[in-house]
């Protein structure tokens, strides 16, 4: 996906937690804490409340996209940005491109590139899949992209 294409798909929170919640249950919300499959959805709030350990949690807890005050958008086009770059996007272009501050704007791109090396890791995942076949990141991810498309 291209950055337009991620920009109209996404163009909303709620779209951006429907894709997650797509990607990483598949329909099937468990809770991330104790991985009991009884949970009570909490539409409203966007979240679940797992019936075995009684936490509420959402479908970002234990991703990139965790305790984080930047829209999920946001987070989506630097995904797009950082892995369909050629070289290495600095995180002041990122900054830049997104209207975040300058340590926001590296500590998302680390984030993402990080991702990108624990690419058995779920939030690695979920980033890619909102930027797919175009990215130029090497075979890793090229793999990782073709197990991920064989899996929707
Ligand atoms: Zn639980």
Redesign the pocket.
């Given at each position: 996906m291209n950055l337009m294409q991620v920009f109209e798909k996404f163009a909303t929170h709620d779209e951006c937690i429907e894709h997650l919640e797509r990607v990483r249950w598949h329909g099937k919300p468990s809770?991330p804490?104790?991985r009991?499959e009884r949970v009570t959805p909490m539409p409203a709030e966007r979240r679940h409340h797992?019936n075995?350990?009684k936490?509420s949690f959402g479908v970002t807890v234990g991703t990139i996209f965790h305790h984080t005050h930047v829209p999920l958008q946001k987070w989506f086009l630097a995904a797009v940005l950082v892995l369909n770059a050629k070289k290495r996007l600095s995180a002041r272009q990122l900054a830049r491109d997104l209207e975040v501050n300058k340590n926001t704007g590296w500590r998302m791109a680390m984030q993402i590139q990080k991702a990108v090396e624990r690419r058995d890791q779920h939030e690695f995942r979920c980033a890619l899949h909102t930027a797919p076949c175009s990215i130029r990141v090497g075979t890793a991810i090229r793999e990782e992209l073709a197990t991920h498309s064989r899996s929707l």
């Open positions: 809770c804490y104790c009991f797992c075995n350990c936490t």
